[in-house]
């Protein structure tokens, strides 16, 4: 099972809010498609498989992330994280300085396609693809080559005077069929 990558993931969904919205010591939730979290554990399917994967996950990041709690609904978990994990999350693991420069971007009024573009290329000398994307909610989607660098797709939407955007894992997108 890939409890590392699990746990990366859900590390840097907390971080991304806490650069967004700032730190609170409170507990957050994160919600992931079946199809999607099986795949980051590389784990079977049924439910026996389901359920020890997530038991045994929760024990590797007790030390870390507290008693986090898991419930499913239909095609959907939920990760609960208690504040102790979320307080973790902002006293150990640093800033992703990309991340952090794209927010502040896309967050500006009036931001433009360009400026997004240069943020990209100041973390890769220019080593990113820009797609058009023709989705209701999706005007472009960038990302690094080198998934080393950073391993999400950044779909982005330009409304009137702003900007939006939702990130996935690369693997996620293909099953969205873009």
Do not use: W
């Not at 150990?92 to 896309?106: P, Y």
């Amino acid at each position: 099972m890939q409890y590392a990558a699990l746990e990366r993931m859900l590390i840097n969904s907390i971080k991304e809010v806490q650069m967004k919205l700032g730190y609170e010591k409170e507990a957050i939730r994160f919600y992931y498609p079946e199809k999607a979290l099986l795949r980051i554990l590389k784990a079977g399917d049924s439910e026996d498989e389901i359920k020890t994967a997530l038991k045994e996950f929760k024990a590797y990041v007790k030390d870390r992330l507290g008693e986090i709690k898991i419930t499913r609904s239909q095609e959907r978990f939920c990760f609960l994280i208690p504040p102790k994990g979320v307080q973790y999350v902002s006293e150990q693991i640093e800033e992703n300085g990309f991340l952090r420069e794209f927010i502040e971007t896309i967050e500006k009024p009036g931001v433009q396609l360009e400026d997004i573009k240069n943020v990209f290329s100041r973390y890769s000398d220019g080593d990113y693809v820009c797609e058009s994307c023709d989705g209701e909610e999706c005007d472009f989607i960038l990302y690094f080559k080198d998934s080393a660098r950073d391993s999400y797709r950044y779909f982005i939407k330009f409304h009137e005077n702003h900007g939006t955007y939702h990130r996935f894992l690369s693997e996620d997108v293909k099953d969205m069929g873009l």
